[in-house]
T-cell receptor, first 111, second 117 residues
């Protein structure tokens, strides 16, 4: 079945540092890929998505590129802020339109 | 756009009582809504898929008689935790797929924290 493997956390960075959170997937067919962010005590917010190979999703300075050859969708941001502290989930949407989530990565950004 | 609300945001109840959680898509119609459960510091676990006007599809290991799901309209799905027990305490999150256009993206509600005493 479908699966998503996400970089283990927690990740702690200083403000303005570069962020990479790795995500790889296993799926049949051509899934769509997503990054969701969850702030403390809240639900998930869609951060960005990509629906086909080589697509780059971007939002709020975050980027991720759909790499079919490496089955990856790594999340990057050039300069993180304290307000980016949250849990980040990588997910894929398969043929049944159900989301398969990674385990989540806790990011803490220190001032 | 694509806002999903949940009510209540937090509920405390006594063991043995039933609790109903509402999930509404505020500015779009949703053919499909999903219910998840999330334990502290863990990922989301899909409980069931709810299609408007038909019975919900439950994931393996989820008791359908315990977690009753009703999707009566294109903007409302409800989850009722029947005869709740302390082990049902958790964070319950719903999501919805828009009826038109991009049907792959799920939009999530803010979650409902249930505490059963």
């Amino acid at each position: 079945g479908d699966s998503v493997t996400q970089m283990e956390g927690p990740v702690t960075l200083s403000e303005e540092a570069f962020l990479t959170i790795n995500c790889t997937y296993t799926a049949t067919g051509y899934p769509s890929l997503f990054w969701y962010v969850q702030y403390p005590g809240e639900g998930l917010q869609l951060l960005l998505k990509a629906t086909k190979a080589d697509d780059k999703g971007s939002n709020k300075g975050f980027e991720a590129t759909y790499r079919k050859e490496t089955t990856s969708f790594h999340l990057e941001k050039g300069s993180v802020q304290v307000s980016d502290s949250a849990v980040y989930f990588c997910a894929l949407s398969g043929s049944a339109r159900q989301l398969t989530f990674g385990s989540g990565t806790q990011l803490t950004v220190l001032p | 756009g694509a806002v999903v609300s949940q009510h209540p945001s937090r509920v405390i109840c006594k063991s043995g009582t039933s609790v109903k959680i509402e999930c509404r898509s505020l500015d779009f119609q949703a053919t499909t809504m999903f219910w998840y459960r999330q334990f502290p510091k863990q990922s989301l676990m899909l409980m069931a898929t709810s299609n408007e006007g038909s019975k919900a599809t439950y994931e393996q290991g989820v008791e359908k008689d315990k977690f009753l799901i009703n999707h009566a309209s294109l903007t409302l799905s409800t989850l009722t935790v029947t005869s709740a027990h302390p082990e049902d305490s958790s964070f319950y999150i719903c999501s919805a797929n828009p009826r038109v256009a991009d049907q792959e993206t799920q939009y999530f509600g803010p979650g409902t924290r249930l505490l059963v005493l």
